[in-house]
């Protein structure tokens, strides 16, 4: 019998060249621009020969996941830990939506505002979701 795992992957792994091409012309169109560099002195003339290491900061594409388990960690070290490696990963954070929570009387939607505890200290709101704070 097969596990749980493989069998939920299967059609992934059917898939991979497929979805392999996919990505890397997603990457291509829509992950890449140009950029033009022009080098010069502090009297505006043109400097040539410049060796330069250029590191992207930040970027307009949305990444993230589920803040889910933020202060759910067993410690303080471990909620920290998880702050830390969040921040790292991702630029947005999304809270979890649950349909009951929200309509929890049919046709009556509850659209008071609840803060997932620690999120506005770590995180701040944006029009996408929560990012992280630097």
């Known amino acids: 019998m097969p596990d749980r ?3 939920v992957l299967k059609p992934f ?4 060249d497929y979805m392999e091409d996919r990505i890397r012309a997603g990457i ?7 950029a033009t560099l022009k080098f010069v002195d502090k009297a505006g003339n043109p400097v040539t020969g410049v060796h330069a290491e250029i590191e992207q900061k ?19 070290e471990k909620n920290q830990g998880y702050k830390e490696v969040f921040s790292s990963a991702f630029n947005t954070a999304v809270a979890p939506f649950y349909w009951a929570d929200l309509e929890p009387e049919k046709g009556r939607p509850r ?20 990012l992280p704070r630097k």
């Open 5 to 7: 795992k493989s069998e």
């Open 13 to 16: 792994a059917e898939k991979r």
């Open 28 to 34: 291509e169109q829509n992950r890449k621009g140009y």
């Open 58 to 76: 930040t970027h307009d594409f949305q990444f993230g996941c589920s803040i889910f388990l933020l202060d759910e960690m067993e410690t303080d």
């Open 111 to 130: 659209y008071a505002a609840d803060t997932p505890q620690g999120l506005p200290q770590t995180f701040s709101r944006s029009g996408d979701g929560f």
